[in-house]
């Protein structure tokens, strides 16, 4: 096939060279999205979700052991500049205040694990505990357990937006 205008001749290579750069340009951008993708998000919710799915029997007799402690948990999120405050008041199914508890948790980002935040939790109250955390504004997972002495426990896991 020719051309006469620019005495162009359209030749075998030259279709195999365009051939070849078109779909060598959409595997360097598959290549650069999948890359992306897999960085910015791993693709795993929560860790050992396989060993975790085996034993779940186990998983489903903690819930109901904590579901039978009847613990009530009230949570206050503020904002003051860059530090969000979380306050958690843990009482007993009659109000009172549960005491001499160990409270841990974490503020864990839903697709940048990089930016998840270990709290501190201190007892500010009778029954409140309070951390506080330098985090961006958006969407937070909000982690926690509760335990006594004697090994009473409660897991708490909460989607928050903080602004």
């Keep these: 096939m020719t051309h006469d205008e620019g005495n162009f001749i359209l030749r075998g290579w030259h279709v ?4 070849v750069a ?9 290549i650069a999205l999948v890359t992306t993708a897999a960085r910015s998000f791993p693709g795993e919710e929560a860790s050992k979700a396989y060993a975790r799915g085996l034993d779940y029997n186990a ?9 039978a402690l009847g613990w ?3 949570n206050v999120i503020s904002r003051e500049g860059g530090i969000v405050r979380i306050q958690l008041e843990i009482s007993d199914p009659y109000g009172e205040p ?8 974490r503020l864990k980002h839903p ?3 990089r930016a998840d935040v270990e709290l ?9 505990f309070e951390a506080r955390a330098e985090i961006d504004p958006g969407a ?12 009473a426990r409660i897991d708490r896991r909460e989607r928050l937006f903080i602004e």
């Design 16 to 19: 195999f060279a365009a051939f």
């Design 22 to 30: 078109f779909f060598g340009v959409i595997l360097v951008a598959n």
């Design 59 to 67: 998983v489903l007799k903690a819930e109901r052991a904590e579901a």
């Design 72 to 74: 009530r948990v009230e």
């Design 98 to 105: 549960l005491r001499e508890l160990g409270v841990s948790g």
């Design 111 to 113: 697709a940048a694990h």
């Design 120 to 128: 501190e939790f201190a007892q500010i109250g009778r029954a409140v």
């Design 140 to 151: 937070w997972i909000l982690e926690f357990d509760a335990e006594t002495a004697a090994g």
